[in-house]
C-alpha cells in the first residue's frame, strides 16, 4: 500500500519559514521524481516544485529563490523548504510521486498539509 504522508505545515508570519516534509512508503522511492503541489481556496492546485530521481529541479516562478526542494532517498522522505514566505503562499501543499517509465504511469498522492501566512 502506497503511503505519502506530509508533515510540517502550520501558521507562520509573512516573512517566516517553514520545512514541509513527505514520507513515502510501498514504492520504491529513488526512482520517483517527487513534487509539492499546492492548492489555495477557490483556484486550481498548482505546481510548485519537482525533483528528478537524478536530483535535478524545477520550480514554480512564484517560488523560485524562496523555496528549495530536497529529497533524503535513505528516509525516503522530500522535503520543502519554505522561506521569505508572504500571504499569497497560504494553501494546503500536497505531495506527489509520479513515475512515467512504464506503459501506465504510476502517480500518487499525499493527503495535504495546511500552511497559512498571516499576520
Known amino acids: 500500500q502506497v503511503q505519502l504522508v506530509e508533515s510540517g505545515g502550520g501558521l507562520v508570519q509573512p516573512g517566516g519559514s517553514l520545512r514541509l516534509s513527505c514520507a513515502a512508503s510501498?514504492?520504491?522511492?529513488?526512482?520517483?521524481?517527487m513534487s509539492w503541489y499546492r492548492q489555495a481556496p477557490g483556484e486550481q492546485r498548482e505546481l510548485v516544485a519537482t525533483?528528478?530521481?537524478?536530483?535535478?529541479?524545477n520550480y514554480a516562478s512564484s517560488v523560485k529563490g524562496r523555496f528549495t526542494i530536497s529529497r533524503d532517498n535513505a528516509k525516503n522522505t522530500v522535503y520543502l523548504q519554505m522561506d521569505s514566505l508572504s500571504p499569497e503562499d497560504t494553501a494546503v501543499y500536497y505531495c506527489?510521486?509520479?513515475?512515467?517509465?512504464?506503459?501506465?504511469?504510476?502517480?500518487?498522492w499525499g493527503q495535504g498539509t495546511q500552511v497559512t501566512v498571516s499576520s
Open positions: 506527489n510521486a509520479n513515475y512515467d517509465k512504464t506503459l501506465a504511469p504510476l502517480d500518487y
Open positions: 525533483i528528478t530521481s537524478g536530483s535535478g529541479t
Open positions: 510501498g514504492i520504491i522511492f529513488g526512482i520517483y521524481t
